[in-house]
């Protein structure tokens, strides 16, 4: 079962950087600005100091061991250009060295004339679950 998409970071209705963190870590890419946003889950996860704005993809792209960077964005562009779901698992390292598996999902939204303009989604800890596949960012 899909999750619903997130709404934009431009509709009143996002999480603005000063929500709270919660179980899921809500993030979202601007596309035609090439930016992003992340809830405060990623800042608390990844230490990241609350005075750095992380306005880029590529600022997860240290906390992800060889072939999960590769992952994340196999799996964008699969959902941007052939329509599959977003919908992966990533090793992500924490800066204390522990090193946790992510799951990422998203949804793309398009303006009234179908271009891809949003990418929003969640990315959870799922550690403690059972791997889903063997393409999961890297060895396991």
């Not at 000063?18 to 596309?31: E, F, I, K, M």
């Not at 889950?41 to 600022?59: C, G, N, S």
């Not at 992500?92 to 398009?110: D, F, P």
Request: proline share 9%; glycine share 12%; aromatic share 8%.
């Amino acid at each position: 079962m899909s999750e619903p998409p997130l709404p934009s970071r431009n509709n009143p209705a996002a999480p603005d950087s000063g929500s709270p963190a919660g179980a899921d870590g809500l993030w979202g890419l601007v596309l035609w600005k090439g930016s992003a946003w992340f809830s405060d889950w990623f800042y608390l996860r990844l230490q990241w100091p609350t005075a750095v704005k992380h306005t880029r993809l590529e600022d997860l792209r240290p906390n992800l061991p060889e072939g999960a960077w590769e992952t994340l964005l196999a799996a964008i562009r699969s959902h941007l250009e052939q329509g599959i779901p977003l919908d992966a698992e990533l090793r992500v390292q924490l800066n204390n060295g522990r090193v946790e598996w992510w799951r990422v999902t998203g949804a793309l939204e398009r303006n009234v004339g179908g271009q891809p303009v949003y990418l929003g989604g969640r990315m959870r800890d799922v550690t403690a679950e059972p791997r889903r596949g063997a393409a999961s960012g890297g060895p396991q």
